[in-house]
T-cell receptor
Framework: DSGVTQTPKHLITATGQRVTLRCSPRSGDLSVYWYQQSLDQGLQFLIQYYNGEERAKGNILERFSAQQFPDLHSELNLSSLELGDSALYFC????????????FGPGTRLTVT | GENVEQHPSTLSVQEGDSAVIKCTYSDSASNYFPWYKQELGKRPQLIIDIRSNVGEKKDQRIAVTLNKTAKHFSLHITETQPEDSAVYFCAASETGNQFYFGTGTSLTVIP
């Protein structure tokens, strides 16, 4: 167990809908990262937050948004869902600055039908 | 931005043999290189990492080497066991703000 929690574990929804994925980082970690992993694909970096502020942005679609709250948990919002958005979404957390080790949550499996 | 390439995409070895996975990166500013192991349907787990001020790091059967001049780093697993079968990902980062991942290597250890 990495100490990073994600909810829900599984999510099944229809095209056009909107969902929210939630992540709680390890105690003391200020950084939260979101990744998308499609079937048989690598990890695509979406976005990073540090202590409530967006720090880095990757290949995140405009239909997707995220935020980190004062208690440091983070939410990833996916809207106007398409079939291609079906994937495993991971959140990871790390401490501030070096040594940068990321610890991943168990992931949320999103299925868009 | 950074580009990380990983080879091979699949690797099969006999139990007890060694396995080597190689990654190259493009941005000389990258200074942190972790390796993750991901079992089917599970989270990626950090297994070893190396920083640019170190050339090699070992942890029991696992080692990572870094060649900053050539911009490549490798994962070495010795005395492989069936439980080493998984997908392995390399990554590179400069500041810890953004991690660039390789495409993964599916390792199968044949008993």
């Amino acid at each position: 167990d990495s100490g990073v929690t994600q909810t829900p574990k599984h999510l099944i929804t229809a095209t056009g809908q909107r969902v929210t994925l939630r992540c709680s980082p390890r105690s003391g970690d200020l950084s939260v990262y979101w990744y998308q992993q499609s079937l048989d694909q690598g990890l695509q970096f979406l976005i990073q937050y540090y202590n409530g502020e967006e720090r880095a942005k990757g290949n995140i679609l405009e239909r997707f948004s995220a935020q980190q709250f004062p208690d440091l948990h983070s939410e990833l919002n996916l809207s106007s869902l398409e079939l291609g958005d079906s994937a495993l979404y991971f959140c990871a957390s790390s401490t501030s600055g070096a040594p940068y080790e990321q610890y991943f949550g168990p992931g949320t499996r999103l299925t868009v039908t | 931005g950074e580009n990380v390439e990983q080879h091979p995409s699949t690797l099969s070895v006999q139990e007890g043999d060694s396995a080597v996975i190689k990654c190259t990166y493009s941005d000389s500013a990258s200074n942190y290189f972790p390796w993750y192991k991901q079992e089917l349907g599970k989270r990626p787990q950090l297994i070893i990492d190396i920083r640019s001020n170190v050339g090699e790091k070992k942890d029991q059967r696992i080692a990572v080497t870094l060649n900053k001049t050539a911009k490549h780093f490798s994962l070495h697993i010795t005395e492989t066991q069936p439980e080493d079968s998984a997908v392995y990902f390399c990554a590179a980062s400069e500041t810890g703000n953004q991690f660039y991942f390789g495409t993964g290597t599916s390792l199968t250890v044949i008993p």
